[in-house]
C-alpha cells in the first residue's frame, strides 16, 4: 500500500513539475531576449529546455510505474525492465520531437530503451 501511495504522489509532483514549470518558469524564461543560440537557434535553446525539464517528470512517472509493478507479488524481473525500458522509449521520443533530432540524447535513450526491453 506504501508502494501505491508513493506512486500517486510521484505521479502529482509529475503532473505539478511539468505544468507550473510551463507556467512560471519556462514562459518568463523564453521572453528574454538574451537567451543564448545553441547550434545557432534561440529556438534550438528553447526547444532543448522545454524538453530537459519535462523530462524530469517522465523519469518520475518511470518510477512510479516501477514502484507499482513492485506491488505485485511475485515481482517479476521482465516487468520491471519492460516499465524500465517504456520510461527511456518515451524520454527518446521526448527528447527526438523537442529537439526535431537535433538533440542526440534521444539516439541514447532509445538504445537504452530497446537494449532493455530485449533483454527482458
Known sequence: ?????????LVAIAAAHS?????????RLFRRTDLPKIRGSEEFTKRTLRFAWHITSV??????????VLMREPVET??????????????????FGGS????????????IG???????
Open 1 to 9: 500500500m506504501m508502494n501505491l501511495v508513493a506512486a500517486v504522489l
Open 19 to 27: 505544468w507550473l514549470g510551463e507556467r512560471y518558469i519556462l514562459i
Open 59 to 68: 523519469a518520475w512517472l518511470g518510477f512510479a510505474a516501477i514502484l507499482v
Open 78 to 95: 521482465p516487468t520491471v525492465a519492460r516499465a524500465i525500458s517504456a520510461t527511456f522509449l518515451i524520454s527518446a521520443a521526448l527528447a
Open 100 to 111: 526535431r533530432g537535433r538533440h542526440y540524447s534521444w539516439i541514447v535513450f532509445l538504445a
Open 114 to 120: 530497446l537494449l532493455t526491453w530485449f533483454a527482458s
